[in-house]
C-alpha cells in the first residue's frame, strides 16, 4: 500500500514497501522505508524466508559497490546499497542498507497529475504574500458557515500552455517552521501539485484535452523547481515523495506510478538568511519559474547556479567566521561574472572584450584594450575588479542611477584577499562584515535580476533586515528570457 497524505506530513518516518521481494535468485521479505527526521534517507531490509539456497550477498561490497536491484510487487530499488548484516534472527539471514531512490510501478508510466511533498519550506512561513487557504466551520443542519480561520497559505503559478504547479502549506506545519518554535531537523511540510488546469471534473468534455507525462521527467522539472524554491529557501530542499494518477472519463483517478526520494536536505536549524523576508512577494516569485526552467535548459547556467548556490549557502549559514563568507561570496561572483558577461553575450566584440578581461594568459592585453592602470586618465582597478565593475553595470547598478556600488568593489576585494592570506589590513571587522554584506546583496541582485523578480528582497546594505524595492534594472534583461 502506498503511503497516504496523512503518512507523510509532519512525519519522522514514512513506511514505504513491507512484503515478499527478490535479491538475485533468492526470495524474502522487504521492508523500505522513507526516514525524514533527522535528515533524509531511505533505508531497506532483506530477511531471507526458509534456508538459504540462493546467491545470497555475504559481504560482497559492502558499502561500495550497489548490489542487484530488490525487486518486490509493484516496487523496486534499483541500486541498493548494503551497510551489514541485520541482527541475529536465528536460522534466518537478512541484510540491510540504503538507498538514493525507490520506485512504485515504472519510472517511465506516465500520468496526468503529481503530487509531492517537499519538507522544510521555511519561506513559506516567512513571506505573508501568499494566497490563504480558509478553514470553516457549518452548522450540521443548515450547512451555515458560523467560523472561519485561516488553514495555511499557498502559491500557483502557470508553467506553460499546459502545466501549472500549486504548493500548499497547512498551518500545523507553518506552526512548526515558526523560529519561535526552534524545532530543528527535517519534517515535510508543503504538497505541491503539478497539474493541468484546463482538465475540471465537472466538465468531462475537458478530459479529451488532458496530456500525459512520465514520472521520469515530471522527476527532471521538480529538480529545477527544488534549485529555485532552494534559493528562495537559504536551503536545499527537493521532493522526497511524488506520486502519479491518471484520470478516467469517470470522475475517478487512481495511482500509476510513484517514487520517494532520498533529496538533500538542509536541517531547519541550518538554514541561512535567504533574500526572503515577509515582504518578498513569492506570487510574483512562482510566476518566474518558467524563465528559471529556461535558464536550466543551459548546461552553463544549472552547473553555474549549482556552484552559485553552494557558495551562497556558504557565505549566509550562521555563524560563519568572515574568511569563508568573503572567499564564498567572492566566488559566486566571479562565476556569474563569467556566465553573464562572456557565456550569455551575444554583441560577438563585446563578448570578445569581457572574455579577455577573464583569460589569464592575456593579461597584459587586457590592460591595455581596458585602459586600466594608474596614470592619469586610466581606471585604477584591478583586472578582478574590472570584471565585477562590469557585472553591476550590466544589471543597472550605476552612477547614472544613483547607486555607488562600484566604488565598493576593491574594498570588497581587499577584504577577500585578506580573507586567504595570513597577514592582513587594518581594516576593523565592522567594516569588513558591511563589505562582505554588500557582496551578498550582489549575488541576490544578480539572480534576482536574471530570474526577473521584481519584488522586495532582503536589504543587507542600507538597512539589514529590513527590505527593499529591486535596485537593479529589469529593462536591461534580454526579452526572450
Known sequence: MLPQHKDLLLKEKVKLYNNIAKLNDCEGRLLAELEVYPTPRIVWEFEILGEIQCNFPYGAGWGIEPLDSLIGHLFSI??????????????????????????????????????????????????VFQERIRKSSRETNSDREVASEEG?????????????????????????????????????????????????????????????????????????????????????IGPLYIEGYEYAK??????SCAVSLAFETTPLEQ???SWVTGESDLRVYINYLPCFERMMQNPSWQETFDFTLAQYFQATRPRTIWQVIASAAGAALERLSYTILVEEETNSTIKADCKLIFDITQKSAAIQRWNLGKKPGQENI?????????????????????????????????????????????MTLEQ??????????????????????????????????????????????????
Not at 469517470?250 to 495511482?255: D, Y
Not at 563589505?435 to 544578480?446: F, P, R, S, Y
Request: with cysteine; aromatic share 10%.
Open 250 to 255: 469517470e470522475p475517478l483517478r487512481q495511482t
Open 382 to 426: 584591478s583586472i578582478t575588479g574590472k570584471r565585477l565593475r562590469l557585472l553591476l553595470e550590466h544589471i543597472g547598478l550605476t552612477q547614472s542611477r544613483g547607486y555607488n556600488d562600484i566604488d565598493d568593489v576593491p574594498s570588497f576585494l581587499e577584504v577577500r584577499n585578506d580573507a586567504v592570506h595570513p597577514i592582513v589590513g587594518t
Open 78 to 127: 534499483k541500486k541498493p546499497v548494503c551497510s551489514g548484516s541485520s541482527s541475529s534472527l536465528g536460522p534466518r539471514e537478512a541484510i540491510r542498507g540504503s538507498t538514493a531512490e525507490a520506485v512504485y510501478g515504472d519510472i517511465e508510466a506516465e500520468a496526468h497529475v503529481f503530487t509531492f511533498y517537499l519538507p522544510n519550506t521555511r519561506f513559506q512561513s516567512t513571506s
Open 432 to 481: 569588513r562584515k558591511k563589505l562582505i554584506n554588500q557582496a551578498i546583496q550582489w549575488i541576490d541582485e544578480v539572480l534576482l535580476w536574471r530570474i526577473g523578480y521584481s519584488g522586495k528582497y532582503l536589504d543587507r546594505i542600507q538597512n539589514p533586515g529590513i527590505s527593499t524595492t529591486p535596485r537593479y534594472d529589469l529593462s536591461l534583461r534580454v526579452p526572450s528570457w
Open 152 to 236: 495555511g497559505r499557498y502559491i500557483e503559478s502557470h508553467l506553460d500552455d499546459i502545466w501549472s504547479i500549486r504548493l500548499d502549506i497547512r498551518a500545523d506545519a507553518l506552526a512548526w517552521l515558526d523560529r519561535k518554535n526552534r524545532n530543528t531537523g527535517t519534517l515535510i511540510t508543503t504538497v505541491g501539485r503539478l497539474y493541468q488546469p484546463k482538465y475540471k471534473v465537472k466538465e468531462p468534455e475537458t478530459f479529451s484535452e488532458l496530456q500525459t507525462m512520465t514520472l521520469k521527467n515530471a522527476l527532471e522539472r521538480l529538480k529545477h523547481l527544488s534549485r529555485f524554491l532552494s534559493y528562495a529557501n537559504g536551503g536545499y
Open 271 to 273: 538554514l541561512c538568511s
